[in-house]
């Protein structure tokens, strides 16, 4: 599966909602995740949702502010991003897991994702 996303500019408080969306194969067949990656750390978890869309978790970092869907039919995962700040400026990245089980616990990693997408820069303005 292909995945592509959409990011940008934003000031501090302000949203953004980012997209994913697939080619290829069937999105209902994947759990989904995003992660980010900050200039000069390591990539990070950001949030995770099941192939059905029931189950979702979040990063402590970004739990309350942040909301992680998808519309299947739409073939599309989307990361609804309030109240942000400047140390949410990043690159983002889809993913796409053939294991529901990625979303079990409290958080996913990477290595637990089989497709990416080419990542998106969202910056975040003070």
């Known amino acids: 599966v292909q995945l592509q996303a959409w990011g940008g500019l934003v000031q501090a408080g302000g949203s953004l909602r980012l997209s994913c969306a697939a080619s290829?194969?069937?999105?209902?067949?994947?759990?989904m995740g995003w992660f980010r990656q900050a200039p000069g750390k390591e990539r990070e978890f950001v949030s995770a949702i099941n192939k059905s869309g029931v189950r979702r978790i979040y990063s402590d970092s970004v739990k309350g502010r942040f909301t992680i869907s998808r519309d299947n039919a739409k073939n599309t995962a989307y990361l609804q991003m309030n109240n942000l700040k400047p140390e949410d400026t990043a690159v983002y990245y889809c993913?796409?897991?053939?294991?529901?089980?990625?979303?079990?616990?409290?958080?996913?990693?990477?290595?637990?994702?089989?497709?990416w997408g080419q990542g998106t820069l969202v910056t975040v303005s003070s």
């Open positions: 993913a796409a897991s053939i294991f529901n089980t990625v979303v079990t616990g409290y958080r996913a990693s990477p290595a637990d994702f089989h497709f």
């Open positions: 290829g194969r069937t999105l209902s067949q994947y759990a």
